[in-house]
């Protein structure tokens, strides 16, 4: 029998209703046999995220300001949730154990970590599965940074004495001294993603509320196709630019241990989701770009100077400027006596001037041009380096619905190619791309 680490996000755990359909997923494939779970999201729209009450716990305690009914509001989500799947779990203690913790003054981490964890106890006695917990299997060394190859063998050490069980998602511990760390938002993604590799699944589930990433961003472009197949590299392209589903950080264990991911969705189990794989696979449907992507909020700053290509470290001094900033750039695409630089305009942070003061003097520029509010947008493809007259396809799409590019690059992967575009011709930009491709 194969093995498949099943991963549900808060809203898959949110409530009763929600948690019946995450049993039935469960139930209906008897190789899901490891589930980690993330704390209870929304309900509702206007509803709050246990993990996002925890954090305001701990912030009153440090404002000294009252926390006791914020803690108890989560206390009886979770006895309510216990009691109404007929569960008889000592969650009492757990609340004292919690309370006490928090008025000797225990870390941020440690209470958002409680999210995961009681939910976590509460879901394996609703399957009958055993209850792992993530602390001392998932560990950190004293920089806060995750220890692969321990956590990797703690993790398939103790899976190995257990048939199928829940672990809690989201947080570890520190080797050194045991105090709990959590990953960043969003982490439980990560922690399945681990699991998956400690145990070498067969696939790696992901059960979220959409059905995998779509062609485009649906606020944006009316009803985008979904991906149903795209690679790892591809994805990162994608989610480095804003397309947000799976964190970013979840793709490394799964890539090196070449377990295929997939997307699923809880309230319709039955759509396929997407499927991140390790290389881009060809297929008679194989379509040219696999999605779009952008982001606004770029100033691109472009520097001309005559003879600039036989300056020697031009460009490693506009980057020493950048970083005595503490700004990063995203891209630098150059021409022969130009270059420009895109840096994110909140890395900027006010300091557009004393940035242009600093180029003038250690630069000596014939000239310089900033152009503020704008946006990058990426279209992704493996299926493009195979092709000829993509960007032509593309410039001719952005030229046709009349926007105009101020800088374009392509990667030298040629899985992707990048163009900055005003901020306020962004979405124009978007769906004509769309159009041109999908
Ligand atoms: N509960 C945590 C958060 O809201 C982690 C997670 O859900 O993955 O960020």
Redesign the pocket.
């Known amino acids: 029998m194969g093995v498949k680490v099943c991963k549900f996000?808060?809203s898959s755990v949110a409530d009763l209703i929600q948690l019946k359909k995450t049993k039935e997923i469960i139930g209906s494939d008897p190789e899901r046999r490891y589930i980690v779970v993330?704390?209870p999201?929304r309900r509702f729209e206007e509803d709050i995220?246990?993990?996002?009450v925890l954090y305001l716990c701990h912030s009153h305690r440090e404002h000294k300001l009252p926390y006791d009914q914020l803690l108890q509001v989560i206390f009886d989500r979770y006895m309510a949730t216990a009691a109404n799947l007929g569960l008889r779990l000592d969650l009492a203690s757990e609340y004292d154990v919690i309370r006490e913790k928090m008025r000797e003054g225990c870390s941020a981490d440690y209470i958002?970590s409680r999210?995961?964890y009681l939910n976590a106890l509460i879901i394996a006695a609703y399957l009958g599965y055993d209850f792992v917990d993530a602390a001392g299997l998932v560990l950190f060394n004293s920089k806060g940074r995750l220890m692969e190859e321990e956590t990797n063998e703690a993790i398939s050490a103790e899976l190995a004495k257990h048939e199928r069980a829940v672990i809690p998602?989201?947080y570890g511990t520190y080797a050194e001294n045991g105090e709990v760390k959590?990953?960043?938002?969003?982490?439980?993604?990560i922690?399945g993603s681990i699991v998956a590799r400690a145990i070498g699944a067969d696939v790696y589930e992901n059960w979220t509320d959409v059905s995998g990433f779509l062609m485009a961003d649906p606020r944006i472009v009316k009803d985008p196709k979904p991906i149903q197949k795209i690679s790892y590299k591809e994805l990162r392209e994608l989610s480095y630019m804003g397309a947000s589903v799976l964190?970013e950080d979840a793709i490394y264990p799964a890539r090196v241990a070449n377990i295929p991911i997939n997307i699923k969705n809880t309230n319709a189990p039955e759509d396929p989701g997407t499927v991140i794989t390790a290389e881009h696979e060809e297929g008679p449907d194989d379509s040219i770009i696999t999605g779009i992507a952008g982001k606004k909020g770029f100033t691109v700053i472009a520097i001309y100077k005559n003879m600039m290509s036989s300056e020697r470290g031009f460009v490693r001094r506009i980057l020493g400027i950048l970083d005595d900033f503490n700004c990063n750039f995203e891209h630098i695409p150059c021409g022969v006596d130009t270059v420009s630089v895109v840096v994110s305009t909140s890395d900027i942070d006010g300091r557009l001037d004393e940035i242009l003061d600093a180029f003038e003097k250690r630069l000596e520029p014939d000239e310089m041009e900033v152009f503020e509010d704008m946006a990058l947008i990426a279209t992704v493809g493996c299926g493009m380096n195979r092709r000829k007259g993509v960007s032509a396809k593309l410039f001719g799409a952005l030229a046709d619905a009349e926007v105009n590019m101020r800088m374009i690059e392509q990667g030298s992967s040629e899985i992707n190619i990048i163009v900055g575009v005003e901020g306020k011709d962004f979405g124009t930009a978007v769906r004509a791309i769309y159009d041109a491709f999908a």
Not at 49 to 52: A, F, G, L, Q, W
């Open positions: 996000g808060g993330s704390a999201g995220k246990i993990t996002d958002a999210g995961e998602g989201f959590t990953f960043s938002r969003g982490g439980s993604d922690t964190h």
